[in-house]
């Protein structure tokens, strides 16, 4: 049981440059979530899934689109990255009802020159 | 809108020491709060909970009890211990979808 992985781990990019992060969880959570973590901003929400097949915006949106074509995966995708976008990535998790709590993945570190 | 605020930091103390960092939230209705902890180089972990007023949360010695008239959710522990040393964030949840956090306080703990 992995939980909720990220991939990739680390990466750097030019300005301009395209790249997609995938996320994947393996507890069939319905929801699945999008952060990004910069200092003294604690973390702030990207865009959101509530099921497959569909998302929506958070607080910082621009610049970034997502998809949730299988329910295990929730893709966040950057088409032409600013150095604006250099951040720690985090993906999370949560099952529908129930319990509230959000399992986290381990994180991506982006950083755009 | 909903939001969270916590002290900042960061916080130093050395081992044994009396820990508290302070949250206080903004929230309509009757939010869960929480708090999540982050080690060097890893993501977020739930550390403790609490879905209603006077619930008091707790794990690995960590408490915090949610307290609606004062709007706070205060976390403590009675003698920190130098593995402690991470990032705390406190959080509520909006609507039942995604958490809110605070900026997070970083808290270190010396021998």
């Known amino acids: 049981n992995a939980g909720v992985t990220q991939t990739p781990k680390f990466r750097v990019l030019k300005t301009g440059q395209s790249m997609t992060l995938l996320c994947a969880q393996d507890?069939?959570?319905?929801?699945m979530y999008w952060y990004r973590q910069d200092p003294g901003m604690g973390l702030r929400l990207i865009h959101y899934?509530?099921?497959?097949?569909?998302?929506a915006k958070g607080e910082v949106p621009d610049g970034y689109n997502v998809s949730r074509l299988k329910k295990q995966n929730f893709l966040l995708g950057l088409e032409s990255a600013a150095p604006s976008q250099t951040s720690v990535y985090f993906c999370?998790?949560?099952?529908?009802?129930?319990?509230?709590?959000?399992?986290f993945g381990p994180g991506t570190r982006l950083t755009v020159l | 809108g909903d939001s969270v605020t916590q002290m900042e930091g960061p916080v130093t103390l050395s081992e044994e020491a009396f820990l508290t960092i302070n949250c206080t939230y903004t929230?309509?209705?009757?939010?869960?709060l929480f708090w999540y902890v982050q080690y060097p180089g890893e993501g977020l972990q739930l550390l403790l909970k609490?879905?209603?007023?006077?619930d008091k949360g707790s794990n690995k010695g960590f408490e915090a009890t949610y307290r609606k008239e004062t709007t706070s959710f205060h976390l403590e522990k009675g003698s920190v211990q130098v593995s402690d040393s991470a990032v705390y964030f406190c959080?509520?949840?909006?609507?039942?979808?995604?958490?809110?956090f605070g900026k997070g306080t970083t808290l270190s703990v010396s021998s």
């Open positions: 999370a998790s949560r099952d529908r009802g129930g319990t509230d709590t959000q399992y």
């Open positions: 507890m069939n959570h319905e929801y």
């Open positions: 899934s509530v099921g497959e097949g569909t998302t």
């Open positions: 929230a309509t209705g009757y939010p869960s």
């Open positions: 609490a879905t209603k007023a006077d």
């Open positions: 959080a509520t949840n909006q609507a039942g979808t995604a958490l809110i």
